[in-house]
């Protein structure tokens, strides 16, 4: 059963040599004319990690347009819609499958009145 709904746009996305991710054609450094240098060696300034923060407590997650309930929601939409579509190809493939049925039936019968018709007549011929 496929994924959800984004999965095939990110495979698409993946398998196509045209898009990329990444802009490979911007510069390292300068990229912005306001953009300061500045030369930690010169000024003489010792580089410490003494003050940092450290927090164990999890952070919120969200993202601009989607949250976790939207994409709840549009899953369980795309799962209903593939079990209303499978449901839909099962009930076709089984009127499929009776009509194979009767068919083979109805070869069969022919096939037998054929045989019964030839054992009439030897019988017929036996008698004599």
């Known amino acids: 059963m496929p ?3 984004f999965i095939p746009k990110i495979t698409k996305i993946d398998q196509d040599p045209s898009i990329s991710l990444v802009q490979h054609d911007a510069e390292i450094q300068g990229r912005h004319e306001h953009e300061p240098e500045f030369d930690f060696d010169a000024a003489n300034i010792p580089i410490t ?11 919120e997650v ?3 347009s989607d949250s976790i309930e939207d994409i709840a929601a ?22 499929e499958l009776d009509k ?3 068919q ?4 069969a019968e022919g096939l037998i009145q054929e045989l019964l018709q030839k ?10």
């Open 3 to 5: 994924g959800p709904p």
């Open 119 to 128: 054992i009439f007549i030897q019988a017929e011929r036996l008698r004599r």
């Open 74 to 95: 549009e899953t369980l939409v795309y799962i209903r819609r593939s079990a209303a579509k499978a449901k839909d190809k099962a009930m076709r493939l089984q009127v």
């Open 62 to 64: 969200t993202t601009a």
């Open 100 to 102: 194979e049925e009767r």
């Open 104 to 107: 083979r039936i109805s070869r």
């Open 49 to 59: 990690t003494t003050c940092a923060e450290i927090s164990t407590a999890s952070p």
